[in-house]
């Protein structure tokens, strides 16, 4: 006996399983994706701060003061994440699509100007570089080392904080908190794994190319869930949300082809 | 009054303020606006009109010229 089931709308069942596997395609595969790659450049960016910590003073505070900082967001998610469920669904969804909206247009907009070279691209060595002068600056203490937890633990909560915020608003407006939580947990030791085996070149990850995806993914989550909110109904569900990912990546691709040609293009005084 | 003069629970709601300024205004301004337009206008249509065809359509282009205004912006200051 077959019912047909949206992965975003409806609960899943038991007897659902077989109409699942057919129908978990776009939404959660664009779910997924997003999830990871965000998580992924986040941490990227945290780990860059806790190494030079660790190099420069020492790995026992650098890695209390991550310690401190996981446990912080793991409480936010415990706290918030319950509550968000309570939210009706139609308003939580405009809050979250205008949210992701405005935050997926950020990370494009950056990841287009870096992409054309209007805009210096982020560079980890640099990052490492500079964190490690200023805390080399700043004389230690013999017992425990206050700045090496604070700078740690600031590092990974500002950056987490935005991993926290796009795995709770993606995975309680898609019904896939568990999932979310799980894909972003598999993002976090991956690159930490990576991190620890490459040390300092974490400038080889191709981070604008993440980000400009995470951007992609995050605005066609945000049409979508606006959209939702508002009670638009899409042609194909969530098979939309493909085509917003085309229509966003071709819309990047061609402000940074259009962006590098008036670039290169010689300035002609009058 | 410095910010290291003032009580924790300030500092914290202060500190949380700004993290969500930064988060959804920061220097882009024009993106936080275009948003809010967006959401309004597909309202409008969906409220007033009920015009889910135009909704559809207005949504995703009205969300591509908004970041295509903020790109041209900013391509432009840094030329």
């Known amino acids: ?90 308003s939580l969804r405009l809050i979250v699509g205008g949210v992701l909206l405005i935050f997926g247009m950020q990370w494009l907009r950056k990841a287009i100007l870096r992409a054309s070279g209007l805009k210096a691209k982020h560079d980890e060595d640099e990052i490492y570089r500079e964190t490690v002068e200023e805390l080399r600056a700043i004389s230690s203490s013999p017992h425990r080392d206050r700045i090496a937890f604070v700078m740690a633990f600031k590092g990974v909560f500002l950056e987490g904080l935005e991993v926290v915020i796009t795995v709770l608003t993606l995975g309680t ?32 990850v191709p981070e604008n190319a993440m980000k400009m995806g995470v951007g992609v993914l995050l605005v066609s989550f945000g049409t979508f869930w606006t959209g939702e909110g508002l009670k638009v109904r899409w042609p194909g569900n969530d098979a939309m949300l493909l085509a917003f990912v085309a229509l966003y990546l071709a819309v990047t691709w061609v402000l940074v082809g259009y962006l590098r040609r008036t670039r290169a293009l010689p300035v002609v005084a009058l | 009054m410095s910010d290291r003069d003032r009580p924790w629970p300030v500092r914290l709601v202060k500190g949380f303020a700004m993290f969500w300024w930064d988060f959804l205004i920061g220097d882009t301004p024009e993106l936080f606006v275009a948003a809010l337009v967006i959401i309004g206008v597909v309202a409008l249509l969906r409220g007033a009109g009920h015009e889910n065809t135009a909704a559809v359509i207005a949504l995703p282009l009205l969300a591509v010229v908004s970041l295509v205004v903020s790109v041209r912006r900013a391509a432009k200051s840094r030329r």
């Open chain 1, 173 to 204: 407006s898609a019904h896939r908190l568990g999932l979310a939580v799980a894909v972003a947990a598999v993002a976090v030791v991956s690159v930490g794994l990576v991190g620890v085996v490459v040390a300092k070149q974490l400038s080889t």
């Open chain 1, 1 to 90: 006996m077959f019912r047909c089931v949206d992965v975003f709308r409806d609960e899943p069942r038991k007897g659902d399983l077989k109409v699942l596997a057919v129908t978990v395609s776009s939404g959660v595969v664009v779910l997924v994706g997003a999830v990871f790659l965000a998580c992924a450049v986040e941490m990227v960016e945290a780990l860059t701060i806790v190494l030079a910590v660790g190099h420069t003073r020492g790995w026992r505070s650098a890695f209390e003061g991550t310690g401190a900082a996981l446990a912080a967001l793991a409480a936010l998610v415990a706290i918030f994440g319950p509550a968000l469920a309570h939210v009706p669904l139609s």
